[in-house]
């Protein structure tokens, strides 16, 4: 099939970054950000139920919001539209807010981390009465054990953001290695012009002395007078 002339450039270009996308790599980063989105949001309900007062202040869930959207983008562009640029690109700016909101849960980590114990809720909020009941309470488990398993919770909530920061560089890497890759095996391909060529108007007249099949052969008797 024929292109016209003007789109052949974006024909080719489109064939090019199919062929350049790296499909298994962004299926790899796909999986390993959706395991690590649940991950983070079962860290999070589970501090809840180690104590509200000492939780982590839904910033999992906040962060997990923006890794939800980035792992199904990076599946649709992993198996779906690969040879599709704008959706690449789509899933590059996802992958860029995922990269933010693994910098930010990295921060709130390590304030965590520094201080297990503390709580970061409004002071009002903090010394209320309501805010001091905890599932721990119904298993029995002490200020210590708390402190115990909300290091455990912070330690693997912080390198799932670590790794969700690295997967989101790597993503943003492979992208602009295929943009550079298209961009010099294009420069070497030029389209060429598709000439059209146009029936020929009229009947068509066979050239003398060619006989027309199906048609009996004609001939002159000479003349000696």
Sequence with gaps: MQYPYYNQ????????WQETWPRGLMAFIATCQMLLTFTILGIETWSMGLSIRYSFLFIGYSASFFFTITWISTYTVACCNRGSQGCATHALVENILSIIASCVL???????????????????????SYWSWTWSAFLGYSVLNIMHFKLIAIKIQLACAALMLALGVLFFLSYLYVI?????????????????????????????????????????????Y
């Design 9 to 16: 450039g974006f024909i080719i270009q489109r064939q090019l």
């Design 180 to 224: 550079v890759k298209v961009r010099q095996n294009s420069n070497g391909i030029n389209p060429q012009p598709v000439i059209e060529l146009k029936p020929q108007q009229g009947p068509f007249q066979p050239p003398p002395n060619i006989i027309l099949g199906g048609q009996p052969p004609s001939y002159s008797v000479p003349s000696y």
């Design 106 to 128: 990295l921060y709130y980590d390590t304030r965590f981390l520094h201080y297990p114990l503390g709580c970061f809720w409004e002071y009002g909020m903090c010394n209320s």
